[in-house]
């Protein structure tokens, strides 16, 4: 049982060193690489709700801002989404913190 | 416009909200059912759907920081984070994230930043893919690792008593691990780490975990939640850095979030009620198919792509939550 698995072990690092080392390098070679423009500018009149226009005008004016603001909005919603998720599965019954893997 | 569609004006294009919310509750069933954090599936399969390489690296840092929030609440009630080290790793990690993103940017100003880290995605897939295939079958087999990796095993300790011995000033007593390390160690760890996580946009969960444990030698479960608190710490600096440099779709990042929230639920209950390690064999195929539409990607085959990565994220996602339905209503009936 060992050898064969031994075998198959080998097998597999054939395979994964013919894609990782000759396939995946041919494929980037192949591939096209595009030149993106480092800056670019938000296109506001595309901006449907006041939150996107906002969001387009502080990217365009003020990146500083921008930037505080994504990371404040983040910080917001996960605290809101944890509150709210362990309350639903709490009235569900599920305790996820103190659940065991089955496997 | 219709209802489905949403003008992203960062990445400048009509985005169908419901792949970012399937996206986001594909990473959350995985993350919150195999305890992987799933965010390397997050970057490739933007990228697949149409956002410019360092564009989806920066909007999945801002989203794994809001959803480690989410993670590190559960673990701080259990009393398993160990701040002081969370911090000093995440002061190493936020230096590591820095030069990620720069030499992100250094490459997409060359037009290199698809192909190189599209690469990369591609070698970590299809290892872990593999990596996930061989433990199905040697757990199918009932056989026990091969003797090599039971070796490596035992020097683990060995080599995390090493490290922990390497005394240059100033030197750490992490309390809640009760350990020494200097604070070098912590530094050098956070740096490496913190460089994969800014380049390729992932927590870096998957690579803090063992480096607690082996090089560090903190406790299993400190280990696990104090990788928590540097993925906030990381993830805040890195999706601010990305986002200064204008490469972070807040809109996107907050669909995201929402969908990973409420998969990580199913992901977390259905634990309870799936057996055996068939949904292994799924998950490391699933990774193969991954790396695979990575590769179609970068053959300018998107739409083929994106059908299979969005495809085999939802069938396995699927499965579990099927899982999880049936184990209640059998538990309930």
């Given at each position: 049982m060992k050898h064969l698995i031994r075998k198959e072990v080998t097998r597999m690092k054939k395979w994964m060193f013919f894609w990782v080392f000759l396939f995946y390098p041919v494929s980037v070679w192949a591939g096209e690489a595009t030149k993106e423009p480092l800056h670019h500018v938000a296109d506001?009149?595309?901006?449907?709700n006041f939150f996107t226009k906002w969001l387009a005008e502080s990217y365009n004016n003020d990146r500083l801002l921008h930037s505080i603001a994504g990371v404040i909005a983040m910080t917001i919603m996960g605290i809101v989404l944890a509150y709210i998720t362990e309350w639903i599965m709490g009235m569900l019954g599920y305790k996820t913190e103190k659940m065991d893997h089955t496997e | 416009m219709d209802l489905f569609h949403l003008y992203l004006p960062i990445a400048g294009m009509e985005f169908n909200w419901l792949i970012l919310l399937a996206i986001g509750f594909c990473l959350g069933v995985m993350g919150g059912f195999?305890?992987?954090?799933?965010?390397?599936i997050v970057t490739p399969a933007l990228n697949i759907f149409g956002f410019p390489m360092p564009l989806a690296i920066g909007t999945d840092l801002l989203h794994i920081y809001g959803k480690s929030i989410v993670a590190v609440k559960k673990h701080a009630k259990l009393g398993n984070v160990d701040i002081s080290l969370g911090i000093l790793v995440s002061i190493g990690m936020m230096i590591g994230v820095e030069i990620g993103a720069r030499v992100v940017m250094f490459l997409a100003a060359k037009g290199l930043a698809g192909p190189i880290i599209r690469y990369v995605y591609m070698s970590l897939l299809t290892f872990l893919g593999f990596y996930i295939l061989y433990d199905y079958y040697t757990a199918v087999k009932k056989v026990p690792a091969t003797a090599s990796s039971s070796k490596k095993r035992s020097s683990n300790p060995g080599l995390a008593a090493k490290i922990q011995h390497i005394?240059?000033?100033p030197m750490i007593y992490l309390k809640a691990s009760g350990v020494s390390v200097s604070f070098w160690t912590l530094l050098i760890i956070g740096i490496l780490i913190g460089i994969m996580a800014g380049f390729m946009?992932?927590?870096?969960g998957f690579a803090l975990v063992p480096a607690f444990i082996y090089?560090?030698?903190?406790p299993t479960a400190v280990a696990v939640g104090s990788s928590l608190l540097c993925c906030i710490i990381s993830g805040a600096y890195g999706g601010f850095s990305y986002s200064m440099k204008g490469r972070v779709e807040i809109v996107a990042a907050m669909i995201l979030l929402l969908g990973a929230c409420i998969g990580a639920q199913i992901g977390a209950s259905a634990v309870k009620y799936v057996r055996g390690y068939g949904i292994r064999l799924l998950y490391g195929i699933m990774l193969l198919l991954a790396a695979t539409s990575v590769l179609l990607k970068q053959l300018k085959m998107a739409q083929t792509a994106g059908i299979m990565v969005l495809g085999s994220a939802l069938v396995i996602s699927g499965i579990i939550t099927l899982y999880l339905v049936k184990g209640i209503i059998s538990e309930r009936g």
């Open positions: 506001i009149s595309r901006a449907t | 195999f305890g992987m954090g799933g965010g390397w005394s240059i000033p946009g992932v927590g870096g090089l560090v030698g903190v």
